[in-house]
């Protein structure tokens, strides 16, 4: 015993002085004015900017992953993090709630829990925890996570399966259309033939259970090589994936809901709730299309722009509350607000508070399956872009552990967001233009941006306030937000060095892409002459008909498919016709600037 005391003390050494070193810094930083404000130049971040000025303020520092920040800037750069994606993480669980017909308390309860579940698994992405064999979980960057689009975009694809014919109504999302057909969701129908759909919570469970499922397939896909992960996904495929996703959800929530609703009375029924929009329950119901949504949804869209010529760098990372915040003003203003859910949600709330049966849908089984190869492939490219922006080498092996580690963390969340009651979580892109503009890529920033979103949710109050957003209000925002979406995958595409291979793989993925956006219903009679003996058979069946069905999916599937079989040259020396032109045109383009570069010399 006397020979092993000395060892536990040596052990319990260094932990002491860890501890009192970690004790010592965070005195110093919270008790001198260095440790709060530092040298940044905070009037630069707050000092509005004039269009067609210029000026000649230095930047601020550029702080790096693990630079020493101080403690003001760290909350401010958290909180801009937190208000950028605010926007994006409140818009799926209002559109998940509005299709399923969920009460007040409940849909308010999805909103919270979005927003909690995001500032948990964004901790663990920023944290990066070591594991065995040198595996890690998260990046180790500001990789924050949010509700993922693409679930959004599959459920659109369901209902033009199993809808009547030509009664087909654009909804988003509609993955729960077969399961009012099916009976799994209560509905009732009027003596006139109007079906009038109830709540179903149960339709939302059986949603988690297939993501829990599939998202085992992330999980092993993070164990790949990211090199192999790579060249199966390279960015000619991502950037195709990407782009549709944001374009189906323009066409299919974003502008349907700045016309006053993505929900039936997009068809101009003469009976039911659905005559006018959103319902004719509202403070003030419209024909869909009216006026007055649409101008309402022009005012929340140029409050973006003008904020964006006008605003500050603090305000130019908020541009989308900001558009939010203005359109709701003059709603309620105008009285288009239905104060009733910001009553009735409570004042504080957390996860749990509302539960939902797990179940497997086994039509979506197929569909998920894809949505998580897509995840893994955003956020390669995500990644990426948030290492390029912090300035750290995307190449060598720390890179390529912190995409496996980002990888798995998506997989990961995506499992543990539906105990948490949320559907599949994924890294969101559109914080690295925070780190941008702000310079600050310290992960200290991101640990805050975490706080803030955990604290948003858990006040039920500011829940009841997001759901009570106009519609028109809601569609002018997300159009904008969705269009960033397309805008990454032309971004992504740019990467692309075009060869006649190139473009004819993007050809190709886009007629499938494009003709599904433009024409939804192509694919949903596919099997229409197909008796399935048995529930397997037909579910298989509708599988395969959802993944046809869905513009990014079956987009994404051809240009994988193809990037793989065709090979790298074609036509052979001299068959590349477009090639050539292209090669002779960017040689006269060099000419002539060479030329230009002389004059200017002599």
């Not at 909690?116 to 979980?137: H, N, T």
């Not at 180790?140 to 694809?157: C, K």
């Not at 541009?319 to 709603?331: E, F, K, P, Q, T």
């Not at 995307?394 to 499992?415: A, K, M, N, T, Y």
Request: proline share 6%.
């Amino acid at each position: 015993m006397q020979t092993e005391q000395p060892t536990l003390t040596q052990d319990a050494r260094p932990r002491q002085n860890w501890l009192r070193k970690c004790t010592s810094q965070v005195a110093r930083k919270v008790s001198s004015r260095h440790g709060w404000l530092g040298d940044y130049d905070y009037t630069w971040l707050c000092l509005p900017a004039l269009p067609f000025s210029r000026t000649n303020r230095r930047p601020p520092p550029f702080y790096a992953l693990n630079d020493d920040l101080p403690l003001a800037l760290a909350i401010a750069s958290g909180l801009q993090h937190a208000l950028a994606m605010l926007a994006g993480l409140i818009t799926p669980p209002i559109l998940l709630s509005s299709s399923l017909n969920l009460d007040s308390s409940m849909s308010t309860y999805l909103i919270s829990a979005s927003l909690i579940s995001c500032g948990i698994l964004s901790f663990v992405q920023i944290s990066r925890i070591k594991l065995f064999g040198g595996y890690y979980i998260g990046t180790g960057l500001i990789s924050v996570v949010g509700t993922s689009f693409a679930t959004l975009s599959v459920a659109t694809a369901v209902c033009l399966y199993l809808s009547e014919p030509r009664t087909y109504r654009v909804t988003l999302p509609q993955i729960f259309d077969s399961m009012y057909k099916d009976g799994i969701c209560p509905s009732t129908t009027a003596p006139d033939g109007t079906v009038t759909r109830e709540a179903c919570p149960d339709a939302y469970g059986r949603l988690l259970g297939t993501s829990m499922l599939c998202s085992l397939l992330e999980i092993f896909m993070s164990f790949v090589s990211p090199r192999i992960l790579k060249r199966l996904f390279p960015p000619l495929v991502t950037g195709t994936v990407i782009l549709v996703i944001g374009g189906s959800l323009i066409g299919s929530s974003g502008i349907p809901n700045w016309g006053g609703g993505s929900n039936d009375c997009r068809s101009f029924p003469t009976t039911g709730i659905f005559t006018l929009c959103p319902t004719i329950f509202a403070p003030r119901p419209l024909p869909w299309g009216s006026p007055e949504f649409i101008g309402l949804g022009f005012l929340s869209f140029i409050s973006i722009i003008l904020t964006e010529l006008f605003g500050s760098p603090f305000l130019k990372n908020i541009s989308i509350i900001v558009g939010l915040a203005v359109g709701c003003i003059v709603a309620g203003a105008a009285g288009y607000i239905d104060g009733s859910t910001i009553k009735s949600a409570p004042a504080i709330t957390f996860l749990w508070v509302h539960t939902f049966k797990i179940r497997v849908y086994p039509p979506a089984i197929l569909p998920m399956l894809a949505v998580y190869i897509s995840l893994a492939m955003e956020a390669i490219g995500d990644i990426t872009a948030s290492a390029e922006v912090s300035r750290l080498d995307v190449r060598g092996v720390e890179f390529d552990s912190r995409i496996q580690g980002g990888i798995l963390g998506d997989g990961i969340g995506g499992f543990v967001s539906a105990l948490l009651t949320m559907t599949p979580l994924s890294v969101f892109a559109q914080n690295n233009g925070v780190i941008a503009i702000t310079r600050c890529a310290n992960r200290s920033a991101g640990r805050w941006c975490c706080v803030f979103l955990v604290a948003f949710g858990v006040l039920g109050k500011l829940s009841g306030v997001f759901l009570s957003i106009p519609n028109p209000v809601l569609g002018g925002v997300t159009t904008f937000l969705f269009a960033t979406v397309t805008v990454s995958g032309v971004r992504v595409l740019s990467y692309v060095h075009f060869t006649r291979r190139d473009r004819f793989v993007l050809a190709a993925a886009l007629s499938f892409g494009l003709g599904n956006l433009l024409v939804p219903d192509i694919f949903t009679h596919l099997f229409d002459g197909v008796k399935a003996e048995n529930k397997g058979l037909q579910g298989l069946l509708e599988s395969i008909t959802i993944v046809l069905s869905t513009p990014f999916l079956s987009s994404g599937i051809v240009a994988a498919l193809l990037n793989l079989m065709l090979p790298l040259e074609l036509g052979g020396a001299g068959g590349d016709m477009a090639t050539e032109l292209d090669a002779e045109t960017t040689s006269d383009i060099g000419s002539q600037e060479e030329g230009k570069a002389q004059a200017l010399r002599s």
